[in-house]
């Protein structure tokens, strides 16, 4: 157990809906990672947060968005939803986010499965 | 041609081999992750590695810098050991904070 949960495990919805993910990160980590795996692009990084800022961005669509509340879970949240969009998306959370340097061990949920119909 | 190449894509062995995985990446970086996944589709990290060496049980994993290449080990493999193991770095072109994810090798050990 990595300490990191994710909500759902599994969602199916239909083209055009919104759908939003959880993340609680492992107790005393500050920065929650999202990535994105399809099976034609495998694991992507879509974007970082550090303490409630956002930190990095990476191949994430304007369609989506994420946050990171005061208590360091972290929602990302999917729009106007594709068929292109059903993948497995993860959530890693480290305790530290800094810009210069590594940011230590990552540790991933069990990611959430989504199925676009 | 991907920043982060991992070879073999597929490896099938049988029980007591020893597993040798390569990953070769392009740019400069500042830490590389061997990470498993299991077919139920968890992912583990099992290093986090910016030089030398580390072993964690039956696993090592090195990297050279200078050569820009990183292999991960099993020794005495088992059949639990088959997952897909992805090597992932850290501080190349994308910046400090973005993991860029090889395509993974698929390791099968048989009985």
């Known amino acids: 157990d990595s300490g990191v949960t994710q909500t759902p495990k599994h969602l199916i919805t239909a083209t055009g809906q919104r759908v939003t993910l959880r993340c609680s990160p492992r107790?005393?980590?500050?920065?929650v990672y999202w990535y994105q795996q399809s099976l034609d692009q495998g694991l992507q990084f879509l974007i970082q947060?550090?303490?409630?800022?956002?930190?990095a961005k990476g191949n994430i669509l304007e369609r989506f968005s994420a946050q990171q509340f005061p208590d360091l879970h972290s929602e990302l949240n999917l729009s106007s939803l594709e068929l292109g969009d059903s993948a497995l998306y993860f959530c890693?959370?480290?305790?530290?986010?800094?810009?210069?340097?590594?940011?230590?061990?990552?540790?991933f949920g069990e990611g959430s499965r989504l199925t676009v119909l | 041609k991907n920043e982060v190449e991992q070879s073999p894509q597929n490896l099938t062995a049988q029980e007591g081999e020893f597993i040798t995985i390569n990953c070769s990446y392009s740019?400069?970086?500042?830490?590389l992750h061997w990470l498993q996944q299991h077919p139920g589709g968890g992912i583990v990290s099992l290093f986090m590695?910016?030089?030398g060496k580390k072993k964690h049980g039956r696993l090592i994993a090195t990297i050279n810098i200078q050569e820009k290449h990183s292999s991960l080990h099993i020794t005495a493999s088992h059949p639990r050991d088959s997952a897909v193991y992805i090597c992932?770095?850290?501080?190349?072109?994308?910046?400090?904070?973005?993991?860029?994810f090889g395509q993974g090798t698929r390791l099968t050990i048989n009985p």
């Open positions: 890693a959370s480290s305790v530290r986010g800094t810009i210069l340097g590594n940011t230590g061990e990552l540790f």
């Open positions: 107790s005393g980590d500050l920065s």
């Open positions: 947060y550090y303490n409630g800022e956002e930190r």
């Open positions: 740019v400069g970086i500042s830490a």
């Open positions: 590695l910016s030089s």
């Open positions: 992932a770095v850290r501080g190349g072109l994308e910046g400090a904070q973005k993991l860029v």
